[in-house]
T-cell receptor
Framework: AQKITQTQPGMFVQEKEAVTLDCTYD???????LFWYKQPSSGEMIFLIY??????QNATEGRYSLNFQKARKSANLVISASQLGDSAMYFC????????????FGAGTILRVKS | DTAVSQTPKYLVTQMGNDKSIKCEQN?????MYWYKQDSKKFLKIMFS???????INETVPNRFSPKSPDKAHLNLHINSLELGDSAVYFC???????????????FGPGTRLLVL
């Protein structure tokens, strides 16, 4: 079975600094995808970034980058130059390709950006 | 131009009632999903439909019945509502999964259900 672990219930970061949100996963399947979603206080789920298990390079999308360490089974999200609007809940999720597009989510990390 | 929309946004109802939540997507996607987010913010998939066909059915009580009249709509009907059904229900959609492809799921705004 697939499992996603986010060990940080909450994090603080100073505005303009970088922050890393941890995510580890557990699967023996070779084909999978890893996703990060942001959920602000308004409640919607916003897709941020994706990493496929066969991707050679770490994914980047603007200020978001995914630090993918396959051997350690970790897919940490790095947010550079934090902004007040980055304050939100962040979810890591995994899809095992053999189960179709079913996402399994971690428990989430609440990020607070301080001014 | 809303991509994935849900109605209603808020739903307050009494135990034992039957209610429906509607979801529509205008992204041209083939696959739609229902997720439940509980009070601890834990998010779990309930159902998935691909071209009106049920493809994922997690361990969900029979009181929950999804219905897909066409591939742009996936509604969720809940019979005999219980206190434990109180949660936020998210609809999502994506392209159909292809080998090695990125089929990002795009979420609706959520429906906050409160059962009294």
């Amino acid at each position: 079975a697939q499992k996603i672990t986010q060990t940080q219930p909450g994090m603080f970061v100073q505005e303009k600094e970088a922050v890393t949100l941890d995510c580890t996963y557990d699967t023996s399947d070779p084909s999978y995808g890893l996703f990060w979603y942001k959920q602000p206080s308004s409640g919607e789920m916003i897709f941020l970034i994706y990493q496929g298990s066969y991707d050679q390079q770490n994914a980047t999308e603007g200020r978001y980058s995914l630090n993918f360490q396959k051997a350690r089974k970790s897919a940490n999200l790095v947010i550079s130059a934090s902004q007040l609007g980055d304050s939100a809940m962040y979810f890591c999720a995994m899809r095992l390709d053999k189960y179709g597009n079913k996402l399994v989510f971690g428990a989430g990390t609440i990020l607070r950006v301080k001014s | 131009d809303t991509a994935v929309s849900q109605t209603p946004k808020y739903l307050v109802t009494q135990m034992g009632n039957d209610k429906s939540i509607k979801c529509e997507q205008n992204l041209g996607h083939d696959t739609m999903y229902w997720y439940k987010q509980d009070s601890k913010k834990f998010l779990k998939i309930m159902f998935s439909y691909n071209n009106k066909e049920l493809i994922i059915n997690e361990t969900v009580p029979n009181r929950f019945s999804p219905k897909s009249p066409d591939k742009a709509h996936l509604n969720l009907h809940i019979n005999s509502l219980e206190l434990g059904d109180s949660a936020v229900y998210f609809c999502a959609s994506s392209r159909a999964l292809s080998a090695g492809g990125l089929e990002t799921q795009y979420f609706g705004p959520g429906t906050r259900l409160l059962v009294l």
